[in-house]
Structures are given as C-alpha cells and as structure tokens.
C-alpha cells in the first residue's frame, strides 16, 4: 500500500510539472506507461493518449480556434495546424488545396503508415474540421481526442509549450475524396425537393429560427436569417456529454432519429461557416456510418445567396435593431 501511494503521488508530480511522459515514465524504470496498440475506431480516449505520447506512430496534431492556445501549453509533442492559415486557401474561400496539404503533412513528418490524433478547443469544433479535410484527402487512421482540450486539460494531463521537430517526409495524397463536401447547388436542390438528401442544420434554435444570425459576440456574415427550407434542427452541442466527449453510438442515434435523421438517405450537414457543422459530419459519419456531406459554404453562403429559398419563422430582418 505504502508503494502504491508513492507511485502515485510521484506520477501525480511528474503531471503537475507537465513532464514529458519520457522524463516520467524514466521514474519508473521505463515501466509504468508503455505505448498501447492503437484502438480501432474514429475516437481516442485521453488515458490512451497519455500512454502514446512517444509513440512513434503516432503523430499529436492541435487544431483550436482560440488564438495563444497551443503557445501557452499543448499536448507534449504535438504540432499546431492554425485553421485559418493551414487548413483553408489564404487566398480562395476554399480548403486547402492538395500541394499546401501534402507540403504541411511533410513538415509535420506524417507518412502513410502514421495515425494522426486531432483535437482542439471549443469542443473539438475546428478539430472535426481537420479531420474532414484529412479525410477529403484520404488520409488514413486519423482519430479524434475525445474531449479534446477541455477533456484532456480538465484532467490535468500533461501539457508543455515546446514545438516539437520531425524529419520531413514526402507525403503524397493518392486520391481526394469530393462527395464528402456539399456545395451550393447540392444543398439548393435538397430545398427544393430535387434530391432525396436530409439537410441537417446544427446551429443554435434561435438562429435556425432567424431570431440571431451568428451566435453571442460572432460578426453577422449574412444578409438574411433563417434556415434552409426543409432542414432538421438538431444543435451540435445535444450530441456531446458534458465532458465533451461524444455520446454513445445508441444515443446518438436515438438523437438524431428523433429528427427524422435516421441515415436511410444522404445526408447534408450545415451551420454558419462549416466547423460546427464539421463536428456533427464526424458523429453522423464516423460514429454511425451514415452517408455524410458537410456544406462548408454553410449559412454564410446560402444566406446571403441570391435567388435561393429560406425559411424564416421569427421574421427577422438584416440590420433591424
């Protein structure tokens, strides 16, 4: 008993200093945290994570919003993709295109054989998002932090603010996969009626009902508010635990079959610019196996859209105070 509680009391040391897990598990004689195998599925756990800080398979990438974040202490060895700068066009309203990925996947020492954990803040919003454009771009194993930052911090997992350097590789994208994103012209003709897919609008009710264009303190970006006709509600944050992390597979198909979303026909997921609604693609597609595109053009496109339908039930009017 005495040995159990200096082994934890110990660990419990290396953690608040924030440690790197290879100074710590020296401690114990290289014994106490080894790397696991990677679990199967599109979720890992932060005790997982904890055990595979070193592992050399693994690539840790920190996706957040917040800006200063990943500076003042992320996930040991974990390398920052910004959002705005690396994961979308700097120039074009687009995603990043092939060459800049393959060129920041190289840079980050990704290969074809790497598992990359994402995750990020506000409830891995813009990890999700990463992880649709990992995806659109074939890249294999690629995993969530379930809970991301909130999670992992709330624990008091370790953190540090070094960058860590890989040796560059050649990272090559094979094929890129378009029928996971949804344009404007798909998301007009699921309104009206000229396809058979399930929009699915995320956002908030008030803004789904047009009483609010953005959420609290967010820039209005469209000229109408409202919702595209035909869309079920379903907020993103109803598929999350408090914890952040995701419910079970059972109850979120449960949620969403309460909303008609049962997967039986494709289904287009939508918010105001494509990272709320990103989140939700990744528990529609990733957890359930439904067939999932995410409208990244999202509200701010479709809503300021010119000869398009809305629906609009509180009426609301652009700049009326």
């Known amino acids: 008993m005495t040995t159990q509680r200096t082994l934890s009391s110990q660990w419990s040391g290396c953690r608040w200093m924030r440690a790197s897990l290879a100074s710590c598990m020296a401690l114990f004689g290289g014994t106490l945290l080894a790397a696991t ?7 890992v756990t932060t005790e997982w994570l904890a055990q595979n800080l070193d592992n050399q398979q693994v690539r840790i990438v920190e996706v957040s919003v917040n800006p200063g974040l990943y500076e003042r202490g992320h996930v040991p060895g974990a390398v920052n993709f910004s959002w ?14 092939k060459e800049a990925f393959e060129s920041l996947l190289s840079k980050a020492g990704v290969s ?14 813009f990890a999700a998002w990463g992880a649709w454009v990992f995806d659109i771009y074939g890249v294999k194993n690629v995993k969530l932090l379930d809970g991301g930052r909130k999670k992992w911090e709330a624990e008091n997992q370790p953190l540090n603010n070094r960058v860590p350097e890989f040796a560059t590789t050649s990272y090559r994208v094979a094929k890129v996969n378009t029928d996971l994103r949804a344009r404007l012209s798909d998301a007009l003709a699921a309104a009206e009626g000229k396809s058979n897919a399930k929009l699915v609008d995320i956002r908030s009710a008030d803004e789904y009902a047009g009483k609010i264009f953005a959420p609290a303190g967010v820039p209005e970006l469209s ?5 595209i006709p035909g869309a079920a509600n379903v907020p993103w944050g109803q598929a999350v635990k408090e914890d952040g ?7 979120l198909k449960k949620l969403y079959a309460s909303a008609g979303v049962d997967g ?10 494509g990272e709320r609604s990103s989140h939700t693609w990744f528990a529609l597609s990733k957890i359930l196996g439904y067939s999932v595109k995410n409208y990244d053009g999202s509200w701010t496109e479709y809503g ?8 609009n039930p509180a009426g609301t009017i652009w700049a009326a105070k």
């Open 304 to 311: 300021n859209a010119v000869g398009v339908p809305i629906t």
């Open 112 to 125: 074809q054989d790497t598992t990359v954990v994402l995750y990020g803040d506000t409830n891995n919003w």
């Open 223 to 227: 000229i109408r508010a409202g919702h």
């Open 245 to 251: 992390t995701f419910k079970s597979a059972e109850d």
């Open 264 to 273: 039986s026909k494709p289904i287009i997921t939508y918010c105001r610019i």
């Open 37 to 43: 195998p990677i679990p199967a599925g599109p979720l």
């Open 84 to 97: 705005h700068q690396d994961l979308n066009d700097r120039v074009r309203r687009d995603i990043v295109s």
